[in-house]
Every structure is written in C-alpha cells, then in structure tokens.
C-alpha cells in the first residue's frame, strides 16, 4: 500500500475490557514495530517483529499487552483488561530491513 | 539502555536557523534518525546518518560523531509550517529505535 495504515483511528472503551488494534505495513517491510505515545511524551518502544524471527517483546509494560503479526502482513495489538494508564496513541511503524521506519496514523485508545 | 537528550523547546524566527542538538549514551549504535512530529500526528521520517559527517536534503541537515554521541538536526530558512516537534532516534544493533523526548520547534512571524 502507499502507507502504513492503522485501525480505528479511535477508540474508546470502559476499564477492563479488551481492545484490538490493528496495523498494516507498507507492502514489502520485513520489520514491523508497535509504539506508544502518552500525551505530551515520547514514544515508548512495545514490540518488534522481523521476517520470522522471534519478535522483540521486551517494551511491553505488562503481561495484559500482546502482538500477533502474520507473516510479513498485518499485525494486531491486544490490550486486555484496560486500564486508565493505557489511554494513550498506539503507533505501529514498518521498515525494509535497516531503513528508515515509516509510520501509520495511529489509534488513539481512550479507557474511561 | 539508551539514554538520548535533546532540549524540550526552541523558537526562532521565520527565515532564520535553527540547530537542534542531540546527546546519546547507548549500549549499541546502528544509526541516528530525525523525526518531524506536529501536533496530533504520526511522526513523519527526516534524516539518517549512520557515519560521522553531514547529511544535507533540502531545508533540513544532520550531523552525527559517533566518538562524541552527538547529532543536530539543521533547519534553515524557517517556515511557520516548521512549527513542530523533533524527534532523535537511536538504533541499536537490532534495529529497535530509542527515541528522544522531543524539541518543541515554534517558528514565530
């Protein structure tokens, strides 16, 4: 595609229910990453998949948080039992190998 | 771990330059990125320098000494749609980015 895309664009869910996000990368990126981005800070680094390699889960901040990718396709960000803390913009970006990462729009997740 | 500072703001003038800088203390090192982030939006990708020196495109140049864990971002002739948040991003060896806080950029008329 022309770019990466990412749904929905926003969410809002009450505390304690389960979200999906969802991401697709530019066609042809190996590697595909999910980031957070509280109100006012940076980007936090989530996960990380290249190729068929063994993702990188190292940035998620609890056992709630998961990431599935297929092959080298979409990818969904699972939030269980949500937490106000979670409400935040989850950006997921995608790249060719070592190049440069582009990134999607966004979902901005609210938790009431 | 990493640990990259850059300032939190800057203003300039329309027209004028404006050097963002950027400290890095990593555990690896496998290029420096710049981000362009305005308000409400998904960073939109700048510059990469990988090697020590200048990387001129257009408007904008980054310059990286990996001896010294520093980088700037250059920004010239200034516009008010320059306005925005700058971000400095470190790869490590396995292509996981770190990025900075972010420098709030305001271009005033």
């Known amino acids: 595609g022309a770019g990466v895309s990412q749904s929905p664009s926003n969410k809002v869910t009450e505390k304690g229910k389960d979200v999906e996000l969802r991401c697709d990368p530019i066609?042809?990126?190996?590697?595909l990453y999910w980031y957070r981005q509280r109100l006012g800070q940076g980007l936090e680094f989530l996960i990380y998949?290249?190729?068929?390699?063994?993702?990188?889960k190292s940035g998620l901040p609890s056992d709630r948080f998961s990431a599935e990718r297929t092959g080298e396709s979409v990818s969904t960000l699972t939030i269980q039992r949500t937490q106000q803390e979670d409400s935040a913009v989850y950006l997921c970006?995608?790249?060719?190998?070592?190049?440069?990462?582009?990134f999607g729009p966004g979902t901005r997740l609210l938790v009431l | 771990g990493q640990n990259i500072d850059q300032p939190t703001e800057m203003t300039a003038t329309e027209g004028a330059i404006v050097q963002i800088n950027c400290t890095y203390q990593t555990s690896g090192f496998n290029g420096l990125f710049w981000y362009q982030q305005h308000a409400g939006e998904a960073p939109t990708f700048l510059s990469y320098n990988v090697l020590d020196g200048l990387e001129e495109k257009g408007r904008f140049s980054s310059f990286l000494s990996r001896s010294k864990g520093y980088s700037y971002l250059l920004l010239k002739e200034l516009q008010m749609k320059d306005s925005a948040s700058y971000l400095c991003a470190v790869r490590d060896n396995d292509y996981k980015l770190s990025f900075g806080a972010g420098t709030t950029v305001t271009v005033r008329a």
């Open positions: 998949f290249q190729g068929n390699s063994a993702p990188d």
């Open positions: 970006a995608s790249s060719f190998r070592a190049g440069p990462q582009y």
């Open positions: 066609s042809g990126h190996t590697a």
